[in-house]
Nanobody
Framework: VQLQASGGGLVQAGGSLRLSCAAS????????VGWFRQAPGKEREFVAA???????YYVDSVKGRFTISRDSRENTVYLQMNSLKPEDTAVYCC?????????????????WGQGTLVTVSS
């Protein structure tokens, strides 16, 4: 599976962005797909994921602000980010886990795409 994240950019606090994770080589439907982020000087952090049966889950800090969704026709997973805060600034990456479950650690994911930078100004 090849993954490509896109949609990052510079936005003011309170603004919105929608990130896309496009896949090639395999369909994303029925796969567990997650989003992680890494801010400068910090470890990679779990943000959100959608399970094979379309159940989403989120890190507490983004609940109510971010929404993960899947478009099987486009073979893409999206991360809609609203009410952005400066602390959301990071490089965001998408990843696929081949096993079913609830996975929040990077080591639990099997395929990774390159990231897209999100910068939120205050």
């Amino acid at each position: 599976v090849q993954l490509q994240a896109s949609g990052g950019g510079l936005v003011q606090a309170g603004g919105s962005l929608r990130l896309s994770c496009a896949a090639s080589g395999r369909t994303l439907s029925s796969l567990h797909v997650g989003w992680f982020r890494q801010a400068p000087g910090k470890e990679r952090e779990f943000v959100a994921a959608v399970t094979w049966d379309e159940t989403p889950y989120y890190v507490d800090s983004v609940k109510g602000r971010f929404t993960i969704s899947r478009d099987s026709r486009e073979n893409t997973v999206y991360l809609q980010m609203n009410s952005l805060k400066p602390e959301d600034t990071a490089v965001y990456c998408c990843a696929v886990a081949l096993r079913s479950g609830v996975w929040v650690r990077p080591a639990e994911y099997d395929y990774w795409g390159q990231g897209t930078l999100v910068t939120v100004s205050s």
